[in-house]
């Protein structure tokens, strides 16, 4: 009984694990190829760049986020590029810029 039970929570357990597994798609590009492509949209010298797998409608993008400064710009003013990439194609899907 006692043995049943343990097989029982290592099941469980491994299916627990199994379940919060995020699974990695081979046809997909990667976090460092969509900042590559995307990296041609921009115009200035990025401070920061940040890359988040998501969705676009019913897409599957890279939403990569550029932010800094055009050159001669003033300090307090900064430009932020919001370039969505197809995960499979690798194509540019929207541009937003602020």
């Known amino acids: 009984m006692r043995r049943n039970f343990a097989i029982?929570?290592?099941a469980a357990v491994t299916i627990l694990i199994a379940a919060?597994?995020?699974p990695v798609h081979v046809d997909e590009i990667g976090r460092e190829r969509a900042i590559e492509i995307a990296r041609g949209q921009v115009?200035?010298?990025p401070d920061?760049?940040?890359a988040v797998r998501t969705t676009s409608g019913a897409?599957?993008?890279w939403r990569?986020?550029?932010r800094g400064r055009l050159p001669g710009?003033?300090?307090l003013l900064f430009e932020?590029?919001?370039v969505e990439i197809d995960r499979h194609s690798g194509e540019v899907v929207s541009i937003a810029r602020s």
């Open 48 to 50: 920061s760049i940040q």
């Open 64 to 66: 990569v986020t550029f």
């Open 80 to 82: 932020t590029i919001l």
């Open 8 to 10: 029982l929570v290592l």
């Open 59 to 61: 897409r599957a993008v």
């Open 43 to 45: 115009s200035f010298p």
């Open 73 to 75: 710009q003033p300090p």
């Open 20 to 22: 919060c597994i995020h």
